[in-house]
C-alpha cells in the first residue's frame, strides 16, 4: 500500500489541501494509491455482499418477517380462528406488524447512535476486518437462534428482538465492509469492485429466495411443516449460507494499518472526538460533508422502491403471489447484473454520474408507472422492471464516490456516518407514501411520495462536486 493510505493523521491535522481521494474525475486521471489488488482478494471480499444477503432478502423482507413473524402463527388462537375479514384479527395482525416495527425502529437508533464511533474505533485500532468479523458472527448467531421461535404468540418478542439484533449487527459490519472497499481497489477499478460485491449481494440474495420457492414446490421433501419448522430451518439455512460464503474475506483480505497520528480515546469521549471531526470534515472535506447529507435522501427513496414495489404491484396492478414472486426474483436479477455492468461506467465517468442518471431514470419509470397504470399490467412489467435497473447503480455508485471522498484513514468513521445520516432520513419516503395514500384513496398515488423523495435526492446531488485536484476547500 502506498503511504496515503497506511500514514493517516488525524482530522485535525488534514491538510489544507484535500487529497486526491476528494475528487470526481474519470479515475484514469488519479494516480493510483498501489499496484493491482490480486483477484483472489476482491472475489473474497465481494463474497461477502453474497453471504449476508440473505438475512434481508429472505429473512427481513420476503419469508421469515412477511410470511412467518407476523402471520397467524403467533396469534391467539381464538382471534386466528376468526374469518379473514374480521376486525379483531386484522387489528391483531396490525399489532404484530407494528410491534415489529418498533423493534427494528430501536434497533435504528442503537445503529445511529453507534454506527460512526466505532467506525472511528475501527480506523484507529486498525481493526475493521476484526470488527467486521465480531458482528459477522452475532448475525449469525441471531439467525441460528431464529430456530427457536416456535409458532406461539409467547415467542414473537424473542423472534422480533433476534431480527433487531442481526440487524444491528448486519448494519455494524457493513460499515467496516464498505470501508475496505478502498483495501480490495485501486482509483482505476473502485467503481467496478463496488459493483460486483453489490451486484453478488442481489445475486445471492435472490437464489436463495429461489432455492426456498423450489423447496416449497416440493413440499419441503416431506417436512414436517407444523410449528413454524421449514420458516426456522430456512434462518438455520441463512446462517450457513453466510458462514460458508463470508470466510474467505477473513483468511485472504489483509487488515487495513491503524491510523497511528490519531488518538486512542475511551467509548465515550469518542463522542466528543467525532463532533470534533465533524466539524473538521465539514472546514476541510465540505464535498463529503454535503454528500453525506444528498444521499440521505435519495437512499431513502432506493429502499422505498424495494420495500414498497410488491405492495404495488399487487394492489394497483392486480399481481397475484406467484406473479409477485416471479417479478421479485426478475427483478432483483436485473438489479444486480445492471449493478455490475455499471461499475465500468463509474470508473469511466465517474460516480457522481452514474448517481445522477440512475436517480433521474428512476425518476422517469417511476413516472410511467403512475401516470400509465390504467394500461394494466405491462406497464408496470415493462416499466417496473427497467426501475429496478437503476437502483443497485445507484447505491454501488454512492459506496464507490464516499469511498473515493473519504479522507485517508477515516474510511470506517465516514461510512459509519453514512449510516447515521441514512436512518435519520429514512423516514422521508414512508411518510409521504402513507400521506399521499390517505389524501387519495389510492395505493398508486403513494408512488408519486416516492418519486418526489428520489427526486429531491437527485437535486440535491447535483449540488455536491467534488473539488477538484489541487484546490483548497471553500470555506465560510
Same mark, same amino acid.
Request: one cysteine or more; a positive charge.
Given at each position: 500500500?502506498?503511504?496515503?493510505?497506511?500514514?493517516?493523521? +488525524?482530522?485535525?491535522?488534514?491538510?489544507?489541501?484535500?487529497?486526491?481521494?476528494?475528487?470526481?474525475?474519470?479515475?484514469?486521471?488519479?494516480?493510483?494509491?498501489?499496484?493491482?489488488?490480486?483477484?483472489?482478494?476482491?472475489?473474497?471480499? @465481494?463474497?461477502?455482499?453474497?453471504?449476508?444477503?440473505?438475512?434481508?432478502?429472505?429473512?427481513?423482507?420476503?419469508?421469515?418477517?412477511?410470511?412467518?413473524?407476523?402471520?397467524?402463527?403467533?396469534?391467539?388462537?381464538?382471534?386466528?380462528?376468526?374469518?379473514?375479514?374480521?376486525?379483531?384479527?386484522?387489528?391483531?395482525?396490525?399489532?404484530?406488524?407494528?410491534?415489529? %416495527? @418498533?423493534?427494528?425502529?430501536?434497533?435504528?437508533?442503537?445503529?445511529?447512535?453507534?454506527?460512526?464511533?466505532? $467506525?472511528?474505533?475501527?480506523?484507529?485500532?486498525?481493526?475493521?476486518?476484526?470488527?467486521?468479523?465480531?458482528?459477522?458472527?452475532?448475525?449469525? @448467531?441471531?439467525?441460528?437462534?431464529?430456530?427457536?421461535?416456535?409458532?406461539?404468540?409467547?415467542?414473537? *418478542?424473542?423472534?422480533?428482538?433476534?431480527?433487531?439484533?442481526?440487524?444491528? #449487527? +448486519?448494519?455494524?459490519? %457493513?460499515?467496516?465492509?464498505?470501508?475496505?472497499?478502498?483495501?480490495?481497489?485501486?482509483?482505476?477499478?473502485?467503481?467496478?469492485? +463496488?459493483?460486483?460485491?453489490?451486484?453478488?449481494?442481489?445475486?445471492?440474495?435472490?437464489?436463495?429466495?429461489?432455492?426456498?420457492?423450489?423447496?416449497?414446490?416440493?413440499?419441503?421433501?416431506?417436512?414436517?411443516?407444523?410449528? $413454524?419448522?421449514?420458516?426456522?430451518?430456512?434462518?438455520?439455512?441463512?446462517?450457513?449460507?453466510?458462514?460458508?460464503?463470508?470466510?474467505?474475506?477473513?483468511?485472504?483480505?489483509?487488515?487495513?494499518?491503524?491510523?497511528?497520528?490519531?488518538?486512542?480515546?475511551?467509548?465515550? *469521549?469518542?463522542?466528543?472526538?467525532?463532533?470534533?471531526?465533524?466539524?473538521?470534515? =465539514?472546514?476541510?472535506?465540505?464535498?463529503? =460533508?454535503?454528500?453525506?447529507?444528498?444521499?440521505?435522501?435519495?437512499?431513502?427513496?432506493?429502499?422505498?422502491? =424495494?420495500?414498497?414495489?410488491?405492495?404495488?404491484?399487487?394492489? +394497483?396492478?392486480?399481481?397475484?403471489?406467484?406473479?409477485?414472486?416471479?417479478?421479485?426474483?426478475?427483478?432483483?436479477?436485473? #438489479?444486480?447484473?445492471?449493478?455490475?455492468?455499471?461499475?465500468?461506467?463509474?470508473?469511466?465517468?465517474?460516480?457522481?454520474?452514474?448517481?445522477?442518471?440512475?436517480?433521474? /431514470?428512476?425518476?422517469?419509470?417511476?413516472?410511467?408507472?403512475?401516470?400509465?397504470?390504467?394500461?394494466?399490467?405491462?406497464?408496470?412489467?415493462?416499466?417496473?422492471?427497467?426501475?429496478?435497473?437503476?437502483? /443497485?447503480?445507484?447505491?454501488?455508485?454512492?459506496?464507490?464516490?464516499?469511498?473515493?471522498?473519504?479522507?485517508?484513514?477515516?474510511?470506517?468513521?465516514? =461510512?459509519?456516518?453514512?449510516?447515521?445520516? %441514512?436512518? *435519520? @432520513?429514512?423516514?422521508?419516503?414512508?411518510?409521504?407514501?402513507?400521506?399521499?395514500?390517505?389524501?387519495?384513496?389510492?395505493?398508486?398515488?403513494?408512488?408519486?411520495?416516492?418519486?418526489?423523495?428520489?427526486?429531491?435526492?437527485?437535486?440535491?446531488?447535483?449540488?455536491?462536486?467534488?473539488?477538484?485536484?489541487?484546490?483548497?476547500?471553500?470555506?465560510?
Amino acid at each position: 500500500m502506498s503511504d496515503t493510505h497506511t500514514t493517516p493523521g +488525524s482530522a485535525a491535522d488534514l491538510p489544507a489541501q484535500p487529497p486526491s481521494r476528494l475528487t470526481d474525475p474519470p479515475a484514469t486521471d488519479v494516480p493510483p494509491r498501489r499496484g493491482p489488488v490480486p483477484r483472489r482478494q476482491v472475489v473474497s471480499w @465481494a463474497l461477502w455482499d453474497w453471504a449476508t444477503q440473505p438475512f434481508n432478502t429472505v429473512i427481513v423482507t420476503f419469508v421469515f418477517t412477511a410470511s412467518y413473524l407476523t402471520s397467524d402463527a403467533f396469534l391467539d388462537p381464538s382471534v386466528a380462528a376468526l374469518g379473514a375479514d374480521s376486525p379483531a384479527r386484522e387489528r391483531a395482525l396490525a399489532d404484530l406488524a407494528s410491534g415489529l %416495527g @418498533a423493534w427494528i425502529t430501536a434497533a435504528g437508533f442503537v445503529i445511529a447512535v453507534l454506527a460512526p464511533v466505532l $467506525g472511528r474505533r475501527a480506523d484507529v485500532a486498525g481493526r475493521r476486518k476484526a470488527w467486521l468479523g465480531g458482528a459477522t458472527i452475532l448475525l449469525v @448467531a441471531c439467525m441460528l437462534a431464529l430456530f427457536a421461535v416456535r409458532a406461539d404468540p409467547v415467542y414473537f *418478542a424473542v423472534g422480533a428482538a433476534l431480527i433487531a439484533l442481526g440487524s444491528v #449487527a +448486519s448494519e455494524i459490519a %457493513g460499515v467496516n465492509y464498505n470501508a475496505m472497499l478502498v483495501q480490495v481497489s485501486t482509483p482505476a477499478t473502485i467503481g467496478k469492485v +463496488s459493483g460486483i460485491g453489490w451486484g453478488l449481494g442481489y445475486v445471492g440474495g435472490i437464489l436463495a429466495l429461489v432455492i426456498i420457492v423450489v423447496a416449497t414446490m416440493f413440499d419441503w421433501w416431506g417436512m414436517p411443516t407444523d410449528d $413454524g419448522l421449514p420458516y426456522r430451518v430456512i434462518a438455520v439455512g441463512c446462517a450457513l449460507w453466510a458462514v460458508a460464503f463470508a470466510w474467505p474475506l477473513f483468511r485472504y483480505v489483509p487488515e487495513a494499518p491503524p491510523a497511528a497520528d490519531r488518538p486512542r480515546v475511551g467509548f465515550f *469521549a469518542s463522542y466528543a472526538v467525532l463532533v470534533r471531526d465533524v466539524v473538521e470534515l =465539514f472546514r476541510t472535506a465540505r464535498p463529503t =460533508f454535503w454528500f453525506l447529507l444528498a444521499s440521505a435522501v435519495y437512499r431513502d427513496g432506493l429502499a422505498a422502491v =424495494f420495500t414498497f414495489g410488491a405492495i404495488i404491484a399487487a394492489v +394497483s396492478f392486480g399481481f397475484g403471489e406467484q406473479q409477485v414472486i416471479v417479478f421479485g426474483i426478475a427483478a432483483n436479477l436485473l #438489479a444486480g447484473l445492471s449493478t455490475i455492468a455499471a461499475g465500468r461506467l463509474d470508473d469511466r465517468f465517474g460516480p457522481r454520474a452514474v448517481i445522477l442518471g440512475s436517480l433521474a /431514470g428512476l425518476v422517469v419509470c417511476g413516472l410511467v408507472v403512475v401516470l400509465l397504470h390504467d394500461l394494466g399490467q405491462v406497464v408496470f412489467w415493462a416499466a417496473g422492471l427497467l426501475l429496478t435497473c437503476f437502483v /443497485g447503480p445507484a447505491q454501488a455508485a454512492s459506496r464507490s464516490l464516499l469511498a473515493r471522498m473519504s479522507p485517508p484513514g477515516r474510511e470506517s468513521e465516514i =461510512f459509519g456516518l453514512y449510516a447515521t445520516t %441514512g436512518r *435519520a @432520513a429514512s423516514f422521508l419516503a414512508p411518510s409521504l407514501w402513507t400521506l399521499l395514500i390517505a389524501l387519495t384513496g389510492a395505493t398508486i398515488w403513494g408512488t408519486l411520495g416516492i418519486i418526489v423523495v428520489l427526486l429531491a435526492g437527485l437535486l440535491l446531488m447535483l449540488a455536491v462536486r467534488p473539488t477538484p485536484p489541487g484546490a483548497a476547500p471553500r470555506r465560510p
